[in-house]
């Protein structure tokens, strides 16, 4: 099966977070995994009350992608963050989740949909054909990501008014993208919207977090699935799951009506998230499943049914049950494909 993976982990009591790139275990030769570390406030190392994953999709740069953004927060607070962006390439690029099986019928004849993360190598000898860029795409996610961690939304905020359309940002040194600022302004923008956020009632030391996210295929092969987790130590404090896939008539991901569309195999069914179409996904799963529960309710009693677990425990939980039925110790989750998602969550937790 093929995946990717993206960590943030914890350094000392100076450090909050450690951000890593993304990973493809089908191809480690054109991954490369990213480190960084950002200093934390000492005073202010205990989160306290909210926890929140927050989760968004949106359009920093230009219309070709479109960015998927998770940042953890702790009141105003950012503990940390993971960009990544989607393009179609050509094919050869490396592949998402189930690109060799029906979901790979949205791509337009000759291209692959794939992350710029897992396609590093690729992308950023692009960058550097097209625009002489000097650091990989992956380097300057990775900048970002740690410049933001530890901050207040207030103080991002600033360095955002502070900075200019089109050029680099001068706080952010070590990220030399000409659309750093959008970037800072999607976390910002994602920090602000609870709507796909999962929040979770906690009292725990930031710097024992870690935040990891992986690209997954264990449900159906029509859509692959983004699993975040949020750990202190080896066990889940929180947890955001998403599915996506081709959907006729659906809400699209952000430019579906503009250069990244022109990937599709058919405009009329674009890429969509199935959070932000949960209730058009939620009436087919009830016309063709008789569903009781929506895709959100499932998702939500799956998020926190994982909280406190091991990702060994999902594993267990996951094979408990028999394979397209629902999972009796997740009882609030009436989801054939429950095992499933625990065991994409597993696996973002490893």
């Avoid at 906690?202 to 987790?229: I, R, S, W």
């Amino acid at each position: 099966m093929k995946k990717s993976k993206v960590i943030v982990a914890s350094l000392s009591l100076a450090m909050v977070l450690t951000a890593c790139g993304a990973k493809n275990e089908a191809n480690n030769a054109n991954n490369a995994a990213n480190n960084t570390a950002v200093e934390s406030n000492q005073d202010s190392n205990v989160a306290n009350g909210n926890l929140k994953l927050h989760r968004a999709y949106l359009a920093p740069h230009g219309e070709g992608a479109f960015a998927r953004v998770i940042v953890a927060t702790s009141g105003d607070k950012i503990l940390g963050a993971n960009i990544d962006e989607f393009q179609f390439l050509d094919k050869g690029a490396v592949e998402l989740p189930n690109s060799d099986k029906e979901f790979g019928e949205g791509f337009a004849e000759g291209k692959v949909l794939s992350s710029k993360k897992m396609n590093d190598e690729i992308y950023s000898a692009m960058m550097a054909e097209k625009a002489g860029a000097t650091k990989s795409i992956a380097e300057n996610y990775e900048a970002i990501e740690s410049f933001v961690a530890g901050k207040t939304i207030e103080e991002v905020e600033k360095v955002i008014k502070e900075a200019k359309d089109g050029e680099p940002v001068d706080a952010v040194s070590s990220a030399t993208l000409v659309d750093t600022k959008g970037y800072l302004q999607a976390i910002v923008d994602t920090a602000k919207d609870d709507s796909l956020a999962t929040v979770v009632d906690t009292e725990v030391n930031v710097e024992n977090l870690t935040l990891e996210q992986a690209y997954t295929g264990n449900g159906k092969g029509q859509y692959f699935t983004d699993a975040v987790v949020l750990k202190d130590g080896d066990k889940i404090v929180a947890a955001n799951i998403d599915e996506l896939l081709f959907m006729e008539d659906g809400k699209g991901v952000p430019n579906s009506d503009k250069k990244f569309a022109e990937g599709y195999a058919d405009k009329k069914a674009p890429l969509v998230s199935k959070k932000e179409n949960s209730e058009a996904y939620s009436k087919n799963m009830k016309e063709y499943g008789q569903a009781t529960k929506t895709m959100m309710e499932n998702y939500k009693a799956i998020e926190e049914f994982a909280i406190g677990k091991t990702s060994e425990e999902l594993v267990e939980v996951a094979n408990s049950g028999k394979e397209g039925e629902q999972i009796d110790a997740v009882s609030s989750a009436t989801l054939s494909g429950t095992s499933g998602l625990l065991k994409d969550l597993a696996e973002a937790s490893k």
